[in-house]
């Protein structure tokens, strides 16, 4: 099985801050990654898949880096509804396996 | 507008069988360009994959969980279905149906969830 980490597993921002999540792969997986966030007792929402492309009706602060077995999730200027739980799903092999979640926090 | 809706038991008694369908509306399951997937997340915990299933019938489960999973899909009511058989309390989890791209396989639509519990 391919296993997925997140990198920090929480982190604490402002309104505004820029902030990148990291993903990583045990073994390569080109660009089948995606990245989805979830608001508490919401279903998660897809932001960016193929590692690099956004979702339709996705805001352009998001953005998606990387290929391989490391990956990043940026939002650039952090808005009050980003505060949430991300994780990054890997769907090169048959096993779609996700990461563990990092969760966004109001500092 | 694609809506995916998930039904079934919110309680299941251990060692029985869980079983939830989920409808496609504003939408039809035999479309070419999608595979449609089950995922589910513990309270509190994170995502994990099931399975998913292809029009035609054509499944992919995840191994920890293979030998008691069945998917399918009925084209005619454009729903697919999830049996897990056995269950025990570390199923307990909300289910979630969503839709993948055929190629990407990324999940661009999801259902609400609904909250299976086992205890008896």
């Known amino acids: 099985d391919i296993q997925m980490t997140q990198s920090p597993s929480s982190l604490s921002a402002f309104v505004g801050d820029r902030v990148t999540i990291t993903c990583r792969a045990s073994q390569s997986i080109n660009t089948y990654l995606s990245w989805y966030q979830q608001r508490p007792g919401n279903a998660p929402k897809l932001l960016i898949y193929?590692?690099?492309s956004l979702q339709d009706g996705v805001p352009s602060r998001f953005s998606g880096r990387g290929s391989g077995t490391d990956f990043t999730l940026t939002i650039s200027g952090l808005q009050p509804e980003d505060f949430a739980t991300y994780y990054c799903q890997q769907t090169y092999s048959s096993l779609f396996t996700f990461g563990p979640g990092t969760k966004v926090d109001l500092k | 507008q694609l809506q995916l809706q998930e039904s079934g038991p919110g309680l299941v008694k251990p060692s029985e069988t869980l079983s939830l369908t989920c409808t496609v509306s504003g939408g039809s399951i035999s479309s070419r360009s999608y595979y449609w997937g089950w995922i589910r997340q513990p309270p509190g915990k994170g995502l994990e994959w099931i399975g998913n299933i292809y029009y035609t019938g054509r499944t992919s489960y995840n191994p920890s969980l293979k030998s008691r999973v069945t998917i399918s899909v009925d084209t005619s009511k454009d729903q697919f279905s999830l049996k897990l058989s056995s269950v025990t309390a570390a199923d307990t989890a909300v289910y979630y149906c969503a839709r993948l791209g055929d190629y990407w396989k990324a999940s661009d639509s999801w259902g609400q969830g609904t909250l299976v519990t086992v205890s008896s």
């Open positions: 193929a590692a690099n």
